[in-house]
């Protein structure tokens, strides 16, 4: 079954307002999780990662005040697109490593319209 | 820094035909894992196979295999016996401190 999993796993929002996006870490503990960001049709893109009781690190390019980060535990980490428009909208990807790189695991995704 | 890349954008083949999918990666790592995932039209994501950088064996599962030579910098994966089923995007990756490098992915169509 899924260990990661995302909430909502799809939004619609209108341009201006803020949307929050949740993943989980299920059956273990994650002080790190990551974020991804894919376009329609493109690759995934790395915006951040985010640190269990510290401020989250961001990729070059990603805008650290358009897009909050909050692990608030070792289960939990949210992004939040602030003022949200049409070009945020995009699948937001996160993912969490259990022990290793290769025990990394990807919650299934959240798919954000802004209109 | 770490980069992949998928040169095959897109492949159609008829069901029951083989299929390569290409990957060729940089990194400046000693030890590395490489990635392959597949991403049906639901998105999320499906892990197919890690590969250490110090093990270069073949690997086969099922209808799947890979070729990893280190030489060429390429990590390629052969669909067998191809079916409508497999159509999706694939994704080659690599990962530096848990950070995932995605190539731009390649999307198979297998017609029946």
């Known amino acids: 079954g899924a260990v990661v999993s995302q909430h909502p796993s799809w939004v619609i929002c209108k341009s201006g307002t803020s949307v929050k996006i949740e993943c989980r870490s299920l059956d273990f503990q994650a002080t790190t999780m990551f974020w991804y960001r894919q376009f329609p049709k493109q690759s995934l893109m790395l915006m951040a990662t985010s640190n269990e009781g510290s401020k989250a690190t961001y990729e070059q390019g990603v805008e650290k005040d358009k897009f909050l980060i909050n692990h608030a535990s070792l289960t939990l980490s949210t992004l939040t697109v602030t003022s949200a428009h049409p070009e945020d909208s995009s699948f937001y990807i996160c993912?969490?490593?259990?022990?290793?790189?290769?025990?990394?695991?990807f919650g299934p995704g959240t798919r954000l319209t802004v209109t | 820094a770490q980069k992949v890349t998928q040169a095959q954008t897109e492949i159609s083949v008829v069901e029951k035909e083989d299929v390569t999918l290409d990957c060729v990666y940089e990194?400046?790592?000693?030890?590395?894992?490489l990635f392959w995932y597949k991403q049906p039209p639901s998105g999320e994501l499906v892990f197919l196979i890690r590969r250490n950088s110090f093990d270069e064996q073949n690997e086969i599962s099922g209808r799947y295999s890979w070729n990893f030579q280190k030489s060429t910098s390429s990590f390629n994966f052969t669909i067998t016996a191809s079916q409508v089923v497999d159509s999706a995007v694939y994704f080659c990756?690599?990962?530096?401190?848990?950070?995932?490098?995605f190539g731009s992915g390649t999307k198979l169509n297998v017609k029946p």
């Open positions: 990194t400046r790592d000693t030890t590395y894992y």
């Open positions: 990756a690599t990962e530096n401190f848990n950070k995932f490098y």
């Open positions: 993912s969490a490593p259990r022990d290793r790189a290769y025990e990394q695991y």
